[in-house]
């Protein structure tokens, strides 16, 4: 868990009472996360949709190498974390499973994270349970990056 002073947290306080400096901090998250994603585009890289402050995409290779480079040219301003497939899986598990609504099946589908694109396995009770896991890897790992192979299975089998 990440640890912040109590500076921090007071600082935070404070921007989140002035409204108007936050709306215009949230407007330039908004245009540089976009000038960066085109940039990331622009250079064939597939891009996860985000409306944070932060963007998830595939470079293709071993990302912890990237990431240890790009740190060490110099990060201006930008923080770089490598993320494997297993990181992509487990935050893809942890969104169904949290998810009270969905059967034991849907809790227990196969997900398989390799290379950005995560492949989605098995049974689940219902085309909604279908519809719920792939919204919910779509909005991890981006919608060009899901294949959907959940089958349905209806109670009696």
């Known amino acids: 868990m990440t640890k912040f002073s109590i500076k921090t947290a007071a600082a ?7 409204e108007p400096w936050m709306r215009s901090a949230v407007d330039r998250i908004r245009v540089e996360r976009e000038r960066v994603r085109r940039s990331l585009t622009d250079l064939g890289l597939r891009v ?21 480079e790009l740190v060490k040219d110099g990060s201006n301003g930008y923080i770089f974390r490598h993320e494997d497939a297993t990181d992509l899986a487990k935050k893809i598990r942890k969104s169904i499973v949290d998810d009270k609504n969905l059967s034991t099946y849907a809790h227990n589908v196969k997900i398989i994270a390799r290379g ?29 990056n899901v294949k959907n192979e959940l089958t349905v299975k209806s109670k009696t089998e």
């Open 48 to 68: 996860a949709p985000s409306q944070g402050n932060f963007l998830f995409f595939d470079c293709g290779t071993d990302s912890s190498s990237l990431a240890a």
């Open 12 to 18: 935070a306080l404070a921007a989140l009472g002035d």
């Open 116 to 144: 950005g694109t995560v492949v989605l396995k098995g049974p689940v009770r219902s085309e909604e349970e279908k519809t719920a896991i792939e919204a919910k890897t779509v909005e991890i790992a981006g919608a060009a």
